[in-house]
T-cell receptor, first 113, second 109 residues
Framework: DTEVTQTPKHLVMGMTNKKSLKCEQH?????MYWYKQKAKKPPELMFV???????INESVPSRFSPECPNSSLLNLHLHALQPEDSALYLC????????????FGSGTQLSVL | EDQVTQSPEALRLQEGESSSLNCSYT??????LFWYRQDPGKGPEFLFT???AGEEKEKERLKATLTKKESFLHITAPKPEDSATYLC??????????FGKGTMLLVSP
């Protein structure tokens, strides 16, 4: 099993809503990542979890709150988002955070109205 | 600061017309250079990792090469299904990936 599974695939939310994005991998990877990607732009790193601990937070606004309940799961909790937060949110995993290739999920396409 | 520049931004080829995509990079202590393919609305799909100058990797119609300053992704006799955005990324020691902006490839039948 070499998949990273993200749910939901699409999400539309209002600026006052609270929602969560979910990510799951069963490859035994110990590093998991959240990226944000706007149209025709490269992925931008948001958070890195290594061995279930937050190791990198790229100065992301507090309206995005990551959570790593266990080594296979990664969540991104969303609250009071802005329309400019609309993007493709990608989850990825790797064996460790030391340079091995990343396996990406298919992403959640988020629209904030 | 690590930098990755990909060229061209967009490339249109006829089916069977071979070409190359370029990825120029500056990084302090290259740990690895990665090529990914991304289809619209999907996550990037891993293609290759290159670690040292002179290294080459091949997969079907794709061949990636690496020098000390750049990497090329050669596409031989492309097919329409090769149409996608190709992303290059580098990783320095103790650092996360730095992505280039990608090359959007369109192969017409």
């Amino acid at each position: 099993d070499t998949e990273v599974t993200q749910t939901p695939k699409h999400l539309v939310m209002g600026m006052t809503n609270k929602k969560s994005l979910k990510c799951e991998q069963h490859m035994g990877h110990r590093a998991m990542y959240w990226y944000k990607q706007k149209a025709k732009k490269p992925p931008e790193l948001m958070f890195v979890y290594s061995y279930e601990k937050l190791s990198i937070n790229e100065s992301v606004p507090s309206r995005f709150s990551p959570e790593c309940p266990n080594s296979s799961l990664l969540n991104l909790h969303l609250h009071a988002l802005q329309p400019e937060d609309s993007a493709l949110y990608l989850c990825a995993s790797s064996h460790s955070d030391r340079g091995e290739k990343l396996f990406f999920g298919s992403g959640t396409q988020l629209s904030v109205l | 600061e690590d930098q990755v520049t990909q060229s061209p931004e967009a490339l249109r080829l006829q089916e069977g017309e071979s070409s190359s995509l370029n990825c120029s990079y500056t990084v302090s202590g290259l740990r690895g250079l990665f090529w990914y393919r991304q289809d619209p609305g999907k996550g990037p799909e891993f293609l290759f990792t290159l670690y040292s100058a002179g290294e080459e990797k091949e997969k079907e119609r794709l061949k990636a090469t690496l020098t000390k300053k750049e990497s090329f992704l050669h596409i031989t006799a492309p097919k329409p299904e090769d149409s996608a955005t190709y992303l290059c990324a580098v990783q320095a020691r103790y650092s996360t990936l730095t992505f280039g902006k990608g090359t959007m490839l369109l192969v017409s039948p």
